[in-house]
């Protein structure tokens, strides 16, 4: 184990993590170079120990039908050394806490800023995917804020991510008219001159005379909807 500690430190061989920011390849890789190292060795050695703090990068060794291209060399890799009755273990080493080998790998990552690029790594699709869902989001986001349009539906939605985060109710056709505005409300029919008047006929209501079914946004219930809601539950007794 100490000489293949003193492999991987004396190669210095540095990832430039500024090619696409992803700290979960760059240890993969490392992984993949001791593994390779191992497979390369003449020794009588049958049993290994690999320490590393990523437990992103042990986990995703449990993945028999990962389709990153790392994983994959790294568990073929395994399979034959498996095969000639060798074996490397993998234990997690808790970063920062005074590990000659992690602190090493952390200066070394600082270091890999001021270099230039050692190894070209191909972006993984997922990293597309998640570059392009972000900036979707946020032009979304953007384009909903600035419009002139859903002033109701910003009332209880003020952004995009904030309507994607509520899981508790699942949208229908009545709600949709009260979460838009759009619907048999005196406020909307009287645009289109489908009522005479934006106010609640009980002018009893919340401000200026409105309540919650002549407007959406505005939450004081209707006197006359109360006194609807108290009629019916009378007939029912």
């Given at each position: 184990m100490e000489e293949l500690v003193s492999h991987l430190l004396c190669s210095g061989v540095?990832?430039?993590?500024?090619?696409?920011?992803?700290?979960?390849?760059?240890?993969l890789l490392c992984l993949n170079f001791a593994v390779k190292w191992i497979t390369e060795q003449n020794s009588v050695i049958s049993e290994y120990l690999i320490c590393t703090d990523s437990l992103s990068s042990l986990?995703?060794?449990?993945?028999?039908?990962?389709?990153?291209?790392?994983?994959?060399?790294?568990?073929?890799?395994l399979k034959s050394l498996r095969d000639k009755n060798i074996s490397i273990d993998f234990a997690f080493a808790r970063g920062h806490t005074g590990v000659l080998g992690n602190e090493r790998a952390d200066w070394l990552a600082k270091a890999a800023t001021k270099r230039k690029i050692d190894i070209d790594v191909n972006i993984p699709k997922?990293?597309?995917?998640?570059?392009?869902?972000?900036?979707?989001?946020?032009?979304?986001?953007?384009?909903?804020?600035?419009?002139?349009k859903g002033s109701i539906t910003k009332k209880f939605f003020p952004t995009i991510n904030k309507r994607l985060s509520c899981h508790h109710f699942y949208t229908n056709y009545k709600l949709t008219?009260?979460?838009t505005g759009?619907?048999?409300?005196?406020?909307?029919?009287?645009?289109f001159n489908l009522a005479p008047s934006s106010f609640c006929d009980c002018n009893i209501g919340g401000e200026k005379g409105k309540c919650r079914t002549c407007d959406p946004s505005v939450f004081q219930v209707c006197q006359r909807e109360k006194d609807h809601k108290t009629g019916v539950q009378e007939t029912q007794h």
């Open positions: 540095v990832l430039n993590p500024r090619t696409f920011n992803l700290v979960f390849v760059a240890e986990d995703s060794f449990k993945c028999i039908s990962s389709s990153n291209n790392i994983i994959v060399e790294i568990q073929k890799q997922s990293f597309y995917k998640k570059i392009t869902n972000e900036r979707m989001m946020k032009s979304w986001n953007q384009e909903y804020l600035i419009s002139n008219q009260f979460l759009y619907g048999n409300f005196k406020s909307y029919l009287n645009k």
